[in-house]
């Protein structure tokens, strides 16, 4: 299985020009591994040549260690090397004996069809998972795929592992050997081992333990080049939530500048690797810029890490912890697609906004539209993003009003608003701003407090306002109306008064099912004159359907949609107990 020798010998004219030559190719006999350096020609001259250059006193403890070297030096090797070379290598080996410690020599083929690698370690240190962590990383360096090694571990303190990495043809790499060697210090210096220790003190042994025996050897070199074992620890931490739940987990990692500005996000997910084009849009909505991502795969496993190096729009962005604690909340919903993907969310970072708070504007700004405030949904972002402290105000003065907790006075908070709103001097910011406040005014309830069965809050919103008090809604106006806002549905009940007859609809007019359920209202008041004379009308749209192809699946979110509508309403409507209004 061995390659094959090549040995050319020229033959020349008289004039030295090259007229033909005798080849032999095979294998050296055995016995040319085993005799001395003196007994084979021209290896001699190389080591005699060694010898001299390194100018070591004859029979000196160092010329007894270089000819120690030179005669367990990898004998095919010592065939072929240079003599530069071979001074080079061996000076630096006899140096490593009387200070042991890592040691790398690399040396290019003259005809470029391998590098040689002599890799010298601490014997104690060396083990199967060192010497495939160094051939990775030689095959990275070199990238190249085909390695041989060969090992030598005696009575020496040092181990010697020997590595030959095949190149395609006439290729020239280029590699920085101080870098490679220290890449394969730290490799041999134990991350394992630090992480282990990090682990054990962290999770406590029999956690800490079972941590690394689950990710970290499934961890590849890349990640452990970049990663200190102190950071790893909360990565496997978060690798481990993310292969139970099977959902997205993430981790801000501090800036690793000093402004502040510049931060890392990392992703932990189970499954296939989330597309760049799916993940990128859902940062530039939160307002930060991407400047790079590394991803690494866990190796006979499913579980990826990407960590993606981000900017903020300002350096103090995130220096709150509640910020933090609020920006990560976000992005693991939005990631989950428990949230909208939307230019909203830059109030976490502009406002310091949490994720409920931000879904209120949300939906108040979906409402507005179906109101009829003459924006696209980009623009009102925009004219929130350029006022975040009115996006602020807004939210106490929702708080203060409706929380159940509320301390604060909302006059208090109305009066600052509307001195805040006095100073917008852009004429479309000022109307959409002040749409939100008018909004803000005519709600009567909401269910943005209430809890589920589970003790979490609901994964969707509703408000009931009172109609008469928003002056720019289109004619007729009801008495109250109801909007449900999720991120897989909205919603709207208009009722004409406090008795009220009609039906449900489930609209496909995504902009604006408010004016078709508005005209359906109209047309209800006529069919109703003798009875109940005013209507009651009620549209939702679902925003995540299937295609109306796959007919099951279409109907079934349709339903589900339905369903959080139906509850939306219920939450903010009074109940019938035994004949007596409950609030």
């Known amino acids: 299985p061995?390659?094959?020798?090549?040995?050319?010998?020229?033959?020349r004219d008289a004039t030295g020009k090259v007229i033909g030559e005798h080849v032999f190719v095979g294998l050296y006999a055995m016995h040319v591994?085993?005799?001395?350096?003196?007994?084979?020609?021209?290896?001699?001259k190389k080591v005699a040549a060694v010898r001299a250059a390194c100018g070591f006193a004859p029979g000196s403890y160092r010329d007894k260690t270089l000819v120690n070297v030179l005669e367990t030096y990898p004998r095919e090797e010592l065939i072929e090397v240079a003599t530069s070379d071979l001074f080079r290598i061996a000076s630096g080996i006899v140096l490593l004996q009387e200070h042991p410690r890592v040691g790398v020599f690399l040396r290019n083929d003259g005809w470029g069809r391998y590098v040689s690698a002599l890799v010298y370690m601490p014997r104690d240190r060396f083990d199967t998972t060192t010497r495939k962590r160094i051939t990775e990383r030689l095959a990275e360096t070199l990238q190249t795929d085909s390695i041989d090694f060969f090992l030598m571990v005696?009575?020496?303190?040092?181990?010697?592992l020997h590595l030959i990495a095949r190149l395609a043809d006439g290729s020239a790499p280029a590699y920085d050997a101080a870098v490679f060697e220290s890449e394969v210090a730290r490799i041999v210096r134990g991350w394992h081992d630090e992480l282990q220790q990090n682990l054990i003190e962290?999770?406590?042994?029999?956690?800490?333990?079972?941590?690394?025996?689950?990710?970290?050897t499934a961890l590849p070199l890349a990640y452990q080049d970049q990663v200190p074992p102190t950071s790893a620890v909360s990565d496997l931490e978060r690798l481990e939530i993310a292969e139970a739940s099977g959902r997205v987990e993430v981790k801000l990692n501090a800036p690793y500048r000093n402004d502040g500005s510049h931060q890392h996000v990392k992703l932990f997910l189970k499954g296939l690797p989330r597309p760049l084009s799916t993940v990128l849009p859902v940062?530039?909505?939160?307002?930060?810029?991407?400047?790079?991502?590394q991803p690494f795969n866990l190796s006979d496993s499913d579980l990826h890490i990407a960590d993606f190096a981000i900017q903020l729009p300002r350096a103090d962005a995130l220096d709150k912890q509640a910020t933090r604690a609020a920006f990560v909340d976000l992005l693991e919903k939005l990631l989950r697609d428990?949230?909208?993907n939307d230019g909203f969310n830059r109030l976490a970072l502009l406002a310091g906004l949490a994720e409920p708070r931000i879904t209120v504007l949300r939906a108040y700004g979906r409402y507005l539209r179906q109101a009829g405030l003459p924006f696209s949904s980009a623009y009102i972002e925009r004219s929130l993003a350029a006022h975040p402290h009115i996006a602020r105000l807004l939210v106490s003065l929702f708080e203060a009003r409706f929380a159940p907790d509320a301390t604060t006075s909302d006059e208090a908070?109305?009066?600052?608003?509307?001195?805040?709103?006095?100073?917008?001097?852009?004429?479309?910011?000022?109307?959409?701003?002040?749409g939100f406040r008018t909004a803000l005014d005519a709600t009567m309830r909401t269910n943005a407090w209430q809890t589920g069965a589970d003790g979490k809050p609901k994964g969707y919103l509703s408000f009931k306002i009172s109609s008469k008090l928003i002056p720019f809604l289109p004619k007729p106006v009801p008495l109250y109306e109801i909007f449900v806002y999720s991120p897989r549905m909205e919603g709207i009940h208009l009722r004409g008064s406090r008795v009220s007859r009609g039906g449900l609809r489930w609209s496909d007019r995504m902009e604006d099912f408010r004016t078709e359920g508005l005209a359906l209202v109209k047309a209800q008041m006529v069919k109703n004159v003798v009875g109940v004379p005013l209507g009651a009308k009620g549209c939702f749209v679902?925003?995540?359907?299937?295609?109306?192809?796959?007919?099951?699946?279409?109907?079934?979110?349709?339903?589900?949609?339905?369903?959080?509508?139906?509850?939306?309403?219920?939450?903010?409507t009074d109940n019938l107990v035994t004949g007596k209004v409950v609030p």
């Open 2 to 11: 061995n390659y094959l020798d090549f040995i050319g010998v020229h033959h």
């Open 202 to 216: 962290h999770c406590g042994e029999e956690r800490g333990s079972t941590l690394l025996r689950r990710y970290a």
């Open 413 to 434: 908070v109305a009066s600052e608003l509307a001195a805040a709103l006095a100073k917008v001097s852009n004429v479309d910011d000022d109307r959409i701003l002040s």
């Open 542 to 572: 679902g925003k995540r359907l299937p295609p109306a192809s796959e007919r099951d699946a279409w109907m079934a979110e349709g339903i589900a949609c339905y369903q959080t509508y139906i509850r939306g309403l219920l939450d903010v």
């Open 33 to 44: 591994y085993y005799i001395s350096t003196t007994e084979i020609p021209v290896v001699r």
């Open 283 to 293: 940062f530039e909505n939160l307002g930060v810029t991407v400047l790079s991502e």
């Open 154 to 160: 005696g009575e020496s303190r040092l181990a010697r």
């Open 338 to 340: 428990e949230a909208e």
